[in-house]
């Protein structure tokens, strides 16, 4: 059994996706996965309608936005892996009692590449009592140029995820201000697949469930140089060190779930697709996303383990008795890393 998974674009804040790649735990459950990349973001549910791919990840921001645009959607988000917003904002001055006002009386690069980032922080200065239509915004330019701006002093604040922001960090030019990931939960993002496809490949869509379940024990148990390393090959042009210390970051902020349960975040980020006038209403919870696979892929690793520990004397070193997966798998053809670049991410406007 096969699935064709998409991704949207290159970022480091997809380390679960990848490290189940990389460490092979979808064959572990018994799903042969093809990984694909999106001509680009705003392209990715397309290929879902067309049927060239199964599933994508993304953010529930796209299946709000396609409730929104066809009347024949039938998008369903499950499988959560990150549960809190990534985007960080680095400041060319050090402040270390940050308040949105600061953000009132500053120059403020915000992503351009997607539109969700810019949502979600607009909602947090209405909710601080702050127009956003007041802040000194640069919004057309990429995260890459927003770089250049906050070193050549264009800008006094870009918001960036890593590891942009841990690179301007390291090099002097920039400080940490706020990182998105305080406000809490914020479903950021999950698969994606049609019904049809949910209920067409349910076994298949288990499985890689599954398998991300397995990578999420794993990734929570390891250090997170580990982690950094083992999705190293995905971000072949960023320094090892720099991966690293951007990985360690964002574990200490919490940004990955615990299990692929969407959590009352959903709530949050629909919030901010509404106040920011994106959408008029969002899909309500029950229409958008379905935790029936996620559910049962917990339950079902409760069930074991309880069993492991009634059977003491059998064997747990075989690969298919265990909710971790293999340390050093290698990395097959189907799921080898296919775009990089130095900044580590590939967003394709």
Known sequence: MTIILQESLRGLFYAPYYAALALGAYEQEGVEVRFASAPSPGQAPQTLFDGTVDVAWGGPMRVNQLYAERADCDLVCF???????????????????????????????????????????QHDLRLAGFDPARLDRVADQSMAENMGALRGGAVDVVQLFQ????????????????????????????????????????????????????????????????????????????????????????RDLGIWGRTPILPDGYDRL???????????????????????????????????????????????????DRDIPRRGSPISRSTSPRRSCRAGCRARR
Request: proline share 7%; aromatic share 10%.
């Open 79 to 121: 499988g959560e892996a990150v549960t809190r917003d990534p985007f960080l904002l680095v400041g060319r001055a050090l402040c270390p009692n940050f308040t949105f006002a600061d953000l009132m009386t500053s120059r403020v690069a915000t992503v351009s590449e997607v539109p969700t980032p810019w949502l979600c922080l």
């Open 163 to 250: 590891p942009l922001a841990e690179e301007l960090i390291a090099e002097g030019y920039g400080h940490l201000w706020y990182a998105a990931a305080d406000r809490g939960p914020c479903s950021y993002t999950t698969f994606y697949a049609r019904r049809t496809t949910l209920d067409a490949k349910r076994d298949e869509l288990s499985r890689l469930v599954r398998g991300l379940y397995r990578t999420q024990k794993w990734l929570h148990g390891v250090s997170p140089e580990t982690l950094a390393d083992t999705v190293q090959p995905y971000f072949p042009a960023v320094p090892q060190q720099l991966l690293r210390a951007a990985v360690t970051r964002y």
């Open 270 to 320: 629909a919030a901010g697709l509404v106040s920011g006038g994106f959408v008029q209403s969002a899909a309500p919870f029950e229409t958008a996303v379905d935790n029936s696979l996620a559910e049962q892929a917990v339950a079902r690793s409760a069930l074991r383990g309880a069993a492991h520990k009634r059977q003491p004397c059998r064997s747990r070193d075989r690969a298919e």
